[in-house]
């Protein structure tokens, strides 16, 4: 692929940026006419309960329904949570009009100079997520992000947006670990390329074979650290790779239910997130490890625990997996009660997942 010009993609980037300080400001003038005019300041938003989540086949994911909830300051026990959306909605406020950042586990402590109190982080965390239903915008959008441990490596360039390094631009090989997906790189803009495909990996010992045994020339890849289940910031980063260069991309997962869903949630999302959009990447390929696999190429194998089984049942009946492919793996798991990591095809030799299984399973995927 040749050189983007990124011009179109900043200034969206910085009319995004200033959408988000409009919308934060609206929100707190809102709370501010409620009361000036002698109201007990409210909100409505967007209920996130599990009866108001649904699937839309249309968008592939999941999104929010129609109802709305109704959090008064007239109501003594929703003093507390709308307390703490003020004050959210104050500090990132702050962070997108100061162009700085946060993390989750910043933000839980932030508070505590304001004599704002979260009994642990997950209350912060869900209070965030509130944040995002009310206005509209993902965390990584008005500037808090979890902490980093996915990684990208590859030939892609990128050009930074953020204070004190605009204009500069990394090349992803630049580091022989990889490159941490950050805040400055989710919201770097991409200058060219020469891969024609994103692979994304779970297990970080894969992701270092794979840049070892020069994956990224030979199979013209940009590859992906997932570190497991993908961050958000991690999520929005492939759909951007295959959206905006048109890169088609391919997952490799752990052989168990619970790599099949670290796949799904890329491509269709989670009912976490289905308040948000921007986060999938519904063309995206589960390529393996299939239970197929472990079958074929008699791979050293665990039994699948009880936990394991339940999991693939509730597989089985969540309407994303309902196409054949998904099916078929369900089942045949299900069959075999085992299940294998990506490093079981050491057991040939440390580059026979490099020399035989991935050609096979991208031809397979293609």
């Known amino acids: 692929m040749g050189e983007k010009n990124p011009e179109n993609d900043v200034s969206a980037a910085v009319k995004k940026k ?71 909605a104050f500090f990132a406020h702050q962070l997108s009009h100061q162009r700085k ?32 239903t009310v206005i509209g915008f993902a965390r990584e959008d008005f500037n808090i992000f979890p902490e980093e441990r996915s990684a990208i490596f590859g030939d892609l360039t990128i050009e930074y947006t953020v204070p004190g390094y ?16 950050g805040p400055a790189l989710t919201y770097s803009e991409f200058v060219k390329t020469s891969a024609d495909k994103v692979i994304a990996i779970e297990k970080g010992g894969l992701f270092t074979r794979f840049i070892e ?31 905006e260069l048109a890169l088609p991309v391919y997952i490799l997962t752990d052989g168990d239910p619970w790599g ?36 074929d190429y008699k791979l050293p194998t665990d039994p699948l625990t009880e936990v394991d089984m339940k999991r693939l049942q509730e597989l089985q009946r969540d309407s994303r997996y309902k196409d054949e492919i998904w099916q078929r793996e369900i089942k045949t798991f299900m069959k075999i009660r085992k299940k294998a990591e990506q490093e079981a095809f050491s057991r040939y030799g440390l580059t026979y997942i490099v020399d035989e299984y991935l050609p096979a399973k991208l031809e397979e995927s293609a």
């Open 101 to 132: 950042t946060s993390t989750l586990r910043d933000v839980y402590y932030s508070a505590q100079a304001y004599n704002m109190s979260f009994k642990d982080q997950s209350e912060s965390d869900n209070v965030i997520t509130d944040l995002e």
């Open 213 to 243: 045994e020069n994956v990224h020339k030979k199979f013209n890849a940009l590859l992906v650290l997932t570190a497991g289940q993908a961050p958000r910031a991690t999520r929005h980063f492939i759909r951007r790779l295959n959206k």
């Open 18 to 88: 200033k959408e988000i300080v409009i919308d934060l400001e609206s929100f707190g003038e809102t709370l501010y006419h409620q009361m000036e005019q002698g109201e007990f300041p409210w909100i409505k938003m967007p209920s996130r309960s599990t009866e108001n989540i649904y699937y839309n086949p249309e968008l592939r994911q999941y999104v929010l329904g129609e109802r709305k909830v109704k959090r008064s300051t007239r109501n003594i026990r929703h003093i507390r949570p709308f307390t703490q959306l003020v004050w959210t």
């Open 166 to 181: 605009e204009g500069r631009q990394m090349n992803m090989t630049s580091h022989p670990d990889g490159l941490m997906i």
């Open 260 to 295: 099949m869903h670290i796949a799904m949630v890329i491509i269709s999302g989670s009912a976490n997130a289905a308040h948000l959009r921007g986060l999938t990447t519904p063309d995206a390929k589960w390529s393996g490890v299939w239970a197929t696999d472990i079958v």
